[in-house]
T-cell receptor, first 113, second 115 residues
Framework: AQSVTQPDIHITVSEGASLELRCNYS??????LFWYVQSPGQGLQLLLK??????LVQGIKGFEAEFKRSQSSFNLRKPSVHWSDAAEYFC???????????FGTGTRLKVLA | GAVVSQHPSRVICKSGTSVKIECRSL??????MFWYRQFPKQSLMLMAT?????????EQGVEKDKFLINHASLTLSTLTVTSAHPEDSSFYIC???????????FGPGTRLTVL
């Protein structure tokens, strides 16, 4: 079955430290991949997306993600975390023919001052 | 960029009443809209997909008569929670696509509390 897995439910990092949030997908073919951020009580904001081409994708707010087909992964990274990055992060995938997103369970990021 | 709005942002109602939530695409025509439900500290669960002018397609386990979805125009979809009960309390989020199946644009969500 198609699925998106985010192994880490919670992650805590210090402000200024680097960040990597993991995402793995299980699809028959390469899906379209997305990372969204959700602040408390808010909707989802798109950070970046991967459709094809360069496997390193740059997004907003200094985030990037790397698609690795061999590992079925699409991990989100940021070199230096800011306190305002504290939020819930969702990885999502969409595959042609399904006409819907499948979301991971989310990773809650806490940033220590 | 594509903007999706939802109204109201918060609603509190008594058990047994019906609540309507609107989802609008403000600067594009949304051929398809999606409704999600999100429980506290959990992921988004797709409830239904609606295409303009046709009946919504509900996900397994979602009660069609409980959650009425109407997509009467290319910029508006509504979700009506009929005879709401406390267990229907949740965060409801809509999204829309502008014809291409590449990206969904999400609304800010509606917090429903049923007393």
């Amino acid at each position: 079955a198609q699925s998106v897995t985010q192994p880490d439910i919670h992650i805590t990092v210090s402000e200024g430290a680097s960040l990597e949030l993991r995402c793995n997908y299980s699809y028959g073919a390469t899906p379209y991949l997305f990372w969204y951020v959700q602040s408390p009580g808010q909707g989802l904001q798109l950070l970046l997306k991967y459709f094809s081409g360069d496997t390193l994708v740059q997004g907003i707010k200094g985030f990037e993600a790397e698609f690795k087909r061999s590992q079925s992964s699409f991990n989100l990274r940021k070199p230096s975390v800011h306190w305002s990055d504290a939020a819930e992060y969702f990885c999502a995938a969409w595959a042609s023919g399904t006409y819907k997103y499948i979301f991971g369970t989310g990773t809650r990021l806490k940033v220590l001052a | 960029g594509a903007v999706v709005s939802q109204h109201p942002s918060r609603v509190i109602c008594k058990s047994g009443t019906s609540v309507k939530i609107e989802c609008r695409s403000l600067d594009f025509q949304a051929t398809t809209m999606f409704w999600y439900r999100q429980f506290p500290k959990q992921s988004l669960m797709l409830m239904a997909t609606s295409n303009e002018g046709s009946k919504a397609t509900y996900e397994q386990g979602v009660e069609k008569d409980k959650f009425l979805i109407n997509h009467a125009s290319l910029t508006l979809s509504t979700l009506t929670v009929t005879s709401a009960h406390p267990e229907d309390s949740s965060f409801y989020i809509c999204s829309a696509t502008a014809g291409g199946w590449d990206e969904q644009f999400f609304g800010p969500g509606t917090r429903l509390t049923v007393l």
